[in-house]
């Protein structure tokens, strides 16, 4: 699988050259139809458009019904491409539908938000979210191609490029101490985002190759995600405080700092600065008491357990990360105390 960082314009003719498709299907959802479709629709010979609604809350099963279905009217058979055109909820989904589609047709992604070009499209992990719960049905499969190109950030709105810069914060937290240093002592707007992705990509890339079906080294990329993944399941359900990924992820990554700090992993000063950072750019997500115990309870569902045992990857050093560390529920509510006070 190739990922390419450059302008779509010399990528995609160069991809679909090389190869010899039956149909080509782009999927969008309303946004990414309206934004980023005319930016490639002329690169593209004869295909079909099919549109989700935008959001997290679309990523279900009765949308990838309505792809299959489209896919099934237009007769598309097993040499057909799925072009996933979107961030992250379109490429989970879409890759999730091409990967078992008849058993599987090839597809690519073209993430279309910075969180989907650092973080979603790399790595293989696809999937929908059932009955509330996140990324609940899914497979592990890489797709032909990913396609990136920074143009599409002009069309996206602020808040969602903060909500990709958390992983990209995350990146260079458990991987580069020297990347590290040079963000933080920028705000959003000063970032070099063509460095950046290519950046976080080749972190990411670097260790998903190393262990493609997490079972060891990968889980370092689940760091702020165990209390992160939390806080967003447990919010998705009230539309007036739902996160977007990235917020939710630097909470994570605050509580869970904290927890690496109690058990003499990390320096107070790593996690003063993290905390500094982390609330200067996201601010603190308001946590009531009766917000804990769900969800201290919603971490149990992680995938990232053992006999119901929460697992976590925590930071051991400035550009470093261990996993695997058992934590158990009174640290976790520490870590939330220590975070909303
Ligand atoms: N597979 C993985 O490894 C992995 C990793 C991280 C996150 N994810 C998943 O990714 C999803 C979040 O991805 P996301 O943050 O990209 O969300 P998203 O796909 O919902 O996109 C965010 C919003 O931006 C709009 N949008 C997208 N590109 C745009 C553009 N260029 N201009 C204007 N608007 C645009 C979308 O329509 C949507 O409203 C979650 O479902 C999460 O579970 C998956
Ligand atoms: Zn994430």
Not at 24 to 47: E, G, M, S
Not at 142 to 157: G, H, M, N, R, S
Not at 247 to 266: S, T, V
């Amino acid at each position: 699988m190739s990922i390419q960082i450059s302008p779509l314009a010399e990528s995609l003719p160069v991809f679909l050259k090389q190869h010899n498709y039956s149909a080509i299907a782009v999927l969008a959802d309303a946004n990414t139809k309206r934004f980023c479709y005319p930016a490639i629709k002329n690169f593209l010979p004869k295909h079909k458009i099919i549109t989700l609604r935008a959001g997290e809350q679309y990523k279900d099963l009765t949308a990838c019904e309505m792809v299959w279905q489209a896919l099934t009217d237009a007769q598309f058979d097993r040499h057909a491409l799925l072009i996933d055109l979107g961030g992250g909820v379109v490429g989970d989904l879409g890759g999730f539908c091409a990967a078992t589609y008849k058993r599987g047709i090839d597809f690519i992604q073209i993430p279309t938000t910075l969180l989907s070009q650092v973080d979603a499209s790399v790595g293989g992990k696809l999937g929908i979210d059932f009955h509330g719960f996140k990324n609940h049905i899914g497979v592990f499969k890489l797709p032909e191609a990913v396609l990136i190109d920074t143009v599409f950030f002009q069309t996206l709105p602020e808040l969602e490029l903060r909500s990709g810069f958390a992983e990209i914060i995350k990146h260079c937290l458990i991987a580069d101490a020297a990347k590290w240093n040079v963000i933080r002592r920028r705000d959003l707007h000063q970032q070099d985002w063509n460095d950046l992705v290519a950046h976080s990509v080749a972190i990411k890339k670097n260790i998903v190759e190393q262990d493609p079906n997490e079972k060891g080294i990968r889980k370092v990329l689940n760091y702020g995600h165990t209390l992160g993944h939390a806080l967003e399941t447990h919010f998705l359900a009230d539309p007036k405080r739902r996160l977007l990924h990235g917020e939710a992820i630097a909470a994570g990554m605050i509580a869970e700092a904290f927890i690496a700090k109690r058990k003499g992993l990390i320096e107070i000063g790593l996690l003063e600065q993290i905390e500094e950072y982390l609330f200067s750019i996201y601010g603190r997500v308001n946590l009531a008491d009766a917000d804990l115990e769900p969800v201290l309870t919603l971490t149990l569902q992680d995938k990232k357990n053992r006999n119901g045992e929460v697992r976590m990857a925590l930071l051991d050093g400035p550009g470093s990360c261990t996993y695997d560390v058992p934590v158990t529920k009174a640290e976790m509510r520490r870590a939330l105390d220590y975070y909303r006070t």
